[in-house]
Nanobody
Framework: VQLQASGGGLVQAGESLRLSCHASGINFRLFDMNWYRQAPGKERELVASITRDGSTNYLESVKDRFTISRDNVRRSLWLQMNNLKPEDTAAYYC?????????WGRGTQVTVSS
């Protein structure tokens, strides 16, 4: 399984970013997919998830600002992040639970300046 995330960067508060993740090595359409993030000195937390059928869930602090989406044909996952805040600063990771294990892509860094 390979998960390739991209799209992070340095932005100012209030701006937007769109993270992308491309998956290979799995039958993507059969799996729920997740975005996690980890800030320095903090535990990794689940930011957003989307089921294989398209149902979504969000961390309370990002509701109404972030949108997770997927394209099963392109085997791609996205996280649209609007109205970013300094507390959103973290490394963001694409994740899938596959064959009994969490699989992680390399993180993409999001830094939001005030």
């Amino acid at each position: 399984v390979q998960l390739q995330a991209s799209g992070g960067g340095l932005v100012q508060a209030g701006e937007s970013l769109r993270l992308s993740c491309h998956a290979s090595g799995i039958n993507f359409r059969l799996f729920d997919m997740n975005w996690y993030r980890q800030a320095p000195g903090k535990e990794r937390e689940l930011v957003a998830s989307i089921t294989r059928d398209g149902s979504t869930n969000y961390l309370e602090s990002v509701k109404d600002r972030f949108t997770i989406s997927r394209d099963n044909v392109r085997r791609s996952l996205w996280l649209q992040m609007n109205n970013l805040k300094p507390e959103d600063t973290a490394a963001y990771y694409c994740n899938v639970f596959f064959r009994g294990n969490d699989r992680w892509g390399r993180g993409t860094q999001v830094t939001v300046s005030s």
